[in-house]
């Protein structure tokens, strides 16, 4: 009889658990449809985190993570979905991995997740990450092929967006290409300064208002007339 009831008891117990896990579940799905139709940011990724800890899913701890990294916060992006390349993730995870690490300074631990996505899928804007981020350390040699890739790929309707002046830009994928092209050219041969000058050139020709392309180019002017004052000396 004691045993009876206390597997009653235990039984009793475990469906009010279960109803009450659920309740919150259906709570917080609806508060997360709430804060989505109200665009609150900050209340999405409270339900979120509520969700995942109620009902953990790769689903949803995904869309946590690429809401924190659409609100800016990386570090709080690579912490709920991690920096390891796996071969498991989904592309989103990596996409978020891969720019989120960009923010963050780690060009090379970045490009592990761009290749990855690469070669799942190529496409220019890939291409762009990879070639800007093998610039960045060093490896030009690599880059070339990435840059040849999105020249010849790279369609008049595709655009890449700067942020170096305080109201940001968009120029044709393709002018963006063409720059990488002009400092990739003068990395692989500084003395033919001309060469490098000539593809941001064709950069301009694409898209004249590509502020970051006209300072390279000031910068390379520069560097040419130094050289050539220090020959005439």
Same mark, same amino acid.
């Given at each position: 009889?004691?045993?009876?009831?206390?597997?009653?008891?235990?039984?009793?117990?475990?469906?009010?658990?279960?109803?009450?896990?659920?309740d919150l579940l259906k709570h917080y799905e609806d508060y997360y449809?709430?804060?989505?139709?109200?665009?609150?940011?900050?209340?999405?990724?409270?339900?979120?985190?509520?969700?995942?800890?109620?009902?953990?899913?790769?689903? %949803?701890?995904?869309?946590?993570?690429?809401?924190? =990294? /659409?609100?800016?916060?990386?570090?709080?992006?690579?912490?709920?979905?991690?920096?390891?390349?796996?071969?498991?993730?989904?592309?989103? #995870?990596?996409?978020?991995?891969?720019?989120?690490?960009?923010?963050?300074?780690?060009?090379? %631990?970045?490009?592990?997740?761009?290749?990855?996505?690469?070669? %799942? /899928?190529?496409?220019?804007?890939?291409?762009?990450?990879?070639a800007d981020l093998k610039i960045q350390t060093g490896d030009t040699?690599?880059?070339?092929?990435?840059?040849?890739?999105?020249?010849?790929?790279?369609?008049?309707? =595709?655009?890449?967006?700067?942020?170096e002046r305080q109201q940001p830009y968009e120029v044709p994928l393709? #002018?963006?290409?063409?720059?990488?092209?002009?400092?990739?050219?003068? /990395?692989?041969?500084?003395?033919?300064?001309?060469?490098?000058?000539?593809?941001?050139?064709?950069?301009?020709?694409?898209?004249?208002?590509?502020?970051?392309?006209?300072?390279?180019?000031?910068?390379?002017?520069? %560097?040419?007339?130094?050289?050539?004052?220090?020959?005439?000396?």
């Open positions: 009889m004691k045993k009876t009831l206390l597997l009653l008891l235990l039984l009793v117990g475990y469906t009010g658990i279960s109803q009450t896990n659920n449809q709430e804060m989505r139709l109200q665009g609150d940011v900050n209340g999405i990724i409270g339900a979120l985190t509520h969700l995942n800890v109620l009902s953990p899913s790769k689903q %949803r701890r995904d869309t946590l993570a690429f809401i924190y =990294m /659409n609100n800016g916060q990386h570090m709080q992006a690579l912490n709920t979905i991690g920096i390891e390349n796996d071969s498991n993730d989904s592309d989103l #995870a990596m996409q978020i991995k891969a720019f989120s690490l960009k923010a963050l300074n780690q060009p090379k %631990r970045a490009l592990e997740h761009f290749e990855a996505l690469y070669s %799942r /899928n190529s496409s220019p804007y890939l291409a762009y990450e990879m040699d690599s880059a070339l092929p990435n840059i040849e890739y999105g020249i010849a790929n790279a369609t008049d309707e =595709m655009k890449y967006a700067f942020y393709k #002018a963006a290409f063409y720059h990488l092209k002009g400092l990739a050219d003068f /990395n692989m041969d500084k003395e033919n300064i001309d060469a490098a000058i000539a593809s941001i050139d064709e950069a301009l020709k694409i898209a004249p208002n590509f502020n970051l392309a006209s300072l390279s180019k000031q910068a390379l002017e520069s %560097r040419k007339k130094e050289a050539a004052e220090e020959e005439e000396n």
